[in-house]
């Protein structure tokens, strides 16, 4: 019902009403509380427009609207508008427009004043600015409420008149305030509930989940919310109860009785509880309750709602021997629970102890532990828990959950103690229920989970990340004690050739053999010295107080502990490790530590395993080129650092070209043009050869296209691409190729893609995979260096491969080298009998040409024949090609040096 209407009458209509508009506004604000205070976040905004409609309609406005405040910005923005039928909306004209269009409102709504203007025509002088505003607008009256937010302007409800004056009701005024102030804070709540979201879940799942009835309550009685217990008691739907008003289920005779209780705790300086025994009328009749009131309130002492907790209490009302017949019960429930509960007196004496707690002090001082009248001696810290609990309890009248220890050693038993005030009919607090649980295995869980946490799970030495923690404490203490001729080392040690283990005996046996030598490494170090797993067959060592140079001498007995053989299921072992020390009495970033440990370590492999190498200048100076590079490589693809050279591949017998390889150099701003082997390794650990390898691919394509359109390549010219392990492992792989395919209008069949014989092998399984998906897109594919890898013949012939490549270091000996014949030759044999094309890589001379000739391989790449180069020079290159007569007999090096 609409309480005025537009126009000259609409002061007419209000008087017709008066009687029921208050009412109707209390019911309005009723409903207003309740939505708000239990709407949910995902429903506020759709809450806010419906309650600007309502308000609206109700005052009899022409336009409802909130504006919120940005400080920040200095902007006000209109986040809901409500307009009666006819009237144009101005929402997107109130999009962050500037503070001060109308500087006297502002100072008014600043002042957290309400800006009330009656007649925008009536405005004197010092209101131009406002009214030129608001007439382009054309707004002829306006009132709009603040709602703060720490003390400061957050917003307005507004509302609009474009038809002529309007005097505004004091009471709407009034009563408009208290929705400021709930807007306030369901804003302030909403601001505040990402970071509370989870202490909200648990509170509501408590406060829900309660076997008590609770009930919150508004000033008026108003249920704001209510408990699955208080819905039973009353019979209600779960959306029933709340938004009703709880003083009307009271009998008429109590509620006149309690009242003035209730109505002591609404002041700012009246009490916080209240309690009280009256009777609610239930599915059931009328039933005695005591209800145990609890006031919320502002920092200033206002009153905000109440917490209210039923107990129904009928059968003391109805009979001493029901009473005693319930007490009995109750105290059977209580005596036969498992958890130990006693009842604390205000000078925190137990007046109360169910049988449960009487066994377990029984039994802890059986074992051994010191008892105090009765009761287990606790600790000192475990004392002060207990004792500030009580007293917070007694205090502030709130349950408070701690956890302690009583005993100790073997007979320590861990409890969660739960202390519950009983109130007195005064309100106050006169004793305190604790309900304590044994909680040991729980804790001792916990232990075993943070354990496993920070422990490797196959050897139970510490992991990476515990090293990591203990390198940081001994570099902090070595910085206090730098000055004292001592250090702290750090040792990287690998098990040589442990893959091997792996591939041949299975990750069982490796497993065991990586136990067995932790448990031989162990054997050599001091109790402060730290032997931790970083995974794999990777281990490290930290001494962190040492003697300058005696790192290596702990190196050497390291080894040393190998030197008598393993045995694991009739198999002997004979492992070797290969050693990184780094030592230093300076502060250093524990993780440049490691890092430079592991760089000592690849030196040492490098020298040939089992060997020990020292963390040196040389190796400073790569470590930190090679982590300035990992930096640059962030991002180089997006800056177009990257360029492609291509190398032709060749028909042996005529120098037709066949296709081409695409490989990758950087243009690194500062250190020039780098080729592949200075960085992709590095790519390849740090990531970013996924998306620089989807760059060259696409790149590579377009630019292959490009040379079909112009005729300048045969349409069986094949484009080769490297692929990298990263790049296998990707999940998408060939729908991502084909995607490159289709987007530059490239056949399939004229993209061949390369991957190593040791990428292939590092997970065959996953590398099948994927090259089996890659073989259904149509693409061809070839394992580059074939020969230097591990890779099994069986798996060979299980993979979707087209082409092989026979490495350069077998081409290398040829003609002279017999070795490298025989070698070469039956990789020929073996692509004939697989049916798979050969091509052959670093043809340098006439003679390699002229062997692989005879020796059968029709394919074959290398400066014979061409050096990498840009696209460009390879254009020219191509069309040299066609315009010869014959092919190029000759190395063409020279005259190609791109």
């Keep these: 019902m609409r309480w005025t209407r537009r126009g000259d009458d609409r002061n007419d209509e209000r008087d017709e009403v008066i009687d029921e508009r208050p009412v109707a506004f209390e019911q309005l604000l009723d409903r207003l509380f309740a939505r708000f205070l239990s709407v949910a976040t995902a429903e506020l905004d759709t809450a806010m427009h419906t309650t600007v409609a309502e308000l609206g309609a109700f005052v009899g406005a022409d336009r409802s609207y909130i504006i919120r405040y940005d400080w920040s910005a200095m902007t006000t923005t209109m986040t809901h508008e409500w307009c009666a039928e006819g009237i144009a909306g101005c929402f997107e004209m109130e999009q962050g427009l500037p503070m001060a269009v109308g500087p006297r409102q502002q100072d008014r709504l600043e002042a957290l004043e309400v800006n009330q203007i009656d007649d925008v025509g009536l405005l004197g002088p010092g209101w131009e600015e406002d009214i030129e505003f608001l007439q382009s607008e054309d707004i002829t009256a306006i009132l709009e409420v603040p709602f703060a937010l720490d003390g400061r302007l957050a917003g307005v409800i507004g509302f609009d008149v474009v038809t002529g004056p309007f005097t505004w009701r004091s009471s709407d005024v009034t009563a408009l305030k208290a929705v400021a102030s709930l807007l306030a804070n369901v804003l302030a709540r909403t601001l505040a509930e990402g970071a509370l979201d989870d202490t909200v879940r648990e509170l509501a799942t408590v406060f829900n989940g309660a076997p008590v009835p609770l009930l919150l309550l508004d000033r008026f009685g108003t249920v704001l919310r209510a408990n699955q217990s208080a819905n039973d008691m009353f019979g209600s739907r779960t959306d029933e109860l709340a938004g009703s008003n709880a003083l009307e289920r009271i009998h ?56 209210v907790h039923l107990i129904d209490v009928d059968e003391v009302h109805r009979t001493a021997t029901q009473l005693g017949r319930s007490e009995r019960r109750f105290g059977s429930l209580v005596e036969s629970l498992p958890d130990a509960v006693m009842r604390f007196d205000p000078s925190h004496h137990v007046t109360f102890a169910n049988a449960a707690a009487v066994r377990t002090s029984q039994e802890m001082a059986a074992s051994g532990v010191v008892m105090r009248a009765g009761w287990p001696r606790l600790d000192p810290t475990s004392a002060s828990i207990l004792r500030e609990s009580l007293d917070v309890v007694f205090k502030k009248g709130r349950p408070v959950t701690v956890e302690y220890a009583v005993g100790s050693d073997a007979t320590e038993v861990w409890c969660e103690s739960t202390f519950v005030p009983e109130f007195a009919a005064d309100g106050s607090v006169e004793s305190v229920l604790l309900v304590a649980r044994d909680i040991t295995h729980r804790r001792d869980h916990e232990a075993e989970l943070a354990h496993r946490a920070s422990h490797d799970a196959l050897t139970g030495l510490p992991n990476r990340s515990m090293l990591l923690s203990l390198l940081s404490a001994a570099v902090a203490e070595r910085a206090d004690r730098h000055d004292d001729g001592r250090c702290l080392a750090l040792l990287f040690l690998d ?77 002997t072992f004979r492992p070797t490790v290969s050693i990184g020390v780094v030592e230093t009495s300076d502060t250093a970033e524990p993780t440049d530590l490691l890092r430079w440990a592991d760089a000592a370590m690849y030196e040492a492999k490098a020298g040939g395993r089992n060997r020990v190498a020292i963390f040196d200048e040389r190796m400073r100076a790569e470590v930190s080129e090679r982590n300035e590079l990992d930096r640059d490589l962030t991002g180089a693809v997006d800056r177009n650092e990257f360029v492609l050279h291509f190398q032709p591949e060749v028909e042996l017998a005529t120098g ?96 061949c893609l390369e991957v190593t014989e040791t ?91 002229d062997a692989l000739i005879e020796l059968g391989c029709k394919r074959a790449q290398g400066y014979l024949f061409a050096r990498p180069m840009p696209a460009e020079d390879l254009v020219r290159h191509l069309m040299q090609q066609q315009a010869s007569a014959t092919p190029t007999a000759e190395p063409v090096a020279a005259a190609n040096p791109g």
């Design 252 to 307: 008429p005779d109590d509620l006149a009785e309690a009242s003035p209780q209730w109505a002591a705790m609404l002041r700012p300086d009246g009490p916080d509880r209240s309690a009280q025994e009256v009777r609610f009328l239930t599915p059931a009749g009328y039933r005695w309750h005591r209800v145990d009131a609890v006031a919320s309130r502002t920092p200033t002492g206002e009153f905000q709602f109440s917490t």
């Design 495 to 571: 098990v040589d050739r442990f893959k091997t283990v792996n591939d041949s005996l299975g990750h069982g046996t490796g497993d065991e053999l990586l136990c067995r030598v932790a448990e031989r490494l162990g054997t050599t170090l001091r109790p402060h010295d730290t032997l931790a797993r970083l995974g794999g067959d990777e281990f490290t060592v930290l001494l962190p107080d040492i003697a300058l140079g005696e790192a290596t001498t702990v190196a050497a007995r390291l080894q040393d502990s190998l030197r008598e053989p393993i045995d694991i299921n009739g198999t």
């Design 656 to 751: 037709r070209p066949l296709g081409c390889e695409a490989l990758v150099r950087w243009r690194h701003p500062d250190r020039g043009t780098m080729s592949p082997d200075r960085f992709i390794s590095l790519a390849e650990e740090n990531g970013t050869i996924v998306a620089l390898g989807r760059w060259v691919l696409l790149d590579a394509c377009r630019t292959v296209v490009g040379w079909r359109t112009a005729g300048l390549v045969a349409d069986d010219f094949v484009l080769r691409v490297n692929l990298s392990a990263r790049q296998l492992d990707q999940a998408g792989l060939a729908r991502d190729v084909a995607d490159v395919l289709s987007t530059v209008g490239l056949p399939p069949s004229r993209l």
């Design 759 to 849: 990428a292939l092998m590092r997970d065959v399984r996953a590398g099948m995979a994927a090259l089996t998906e890659l073989h259904r897109v149509g693409v061809q594919l070839a394992i580059d260096d074939f020969g230097t890898g591990y890779s099994s013949l069986s798996y060979l012939k299980r993979f979707p491969i087209d082409v092989l490549k026979v490495d350069r270091s077998f081409v290398d000996g040829l003609p002279g080298e017999a070795h490298d014949v025989a070698i070469t030759t039956a990789i020929l044999d073996l692509a004939r009998s697989l049916e798979l094309e050969v091509t052959a890589e670093g043809v340098e001379t006439v003679g390699q040409r």
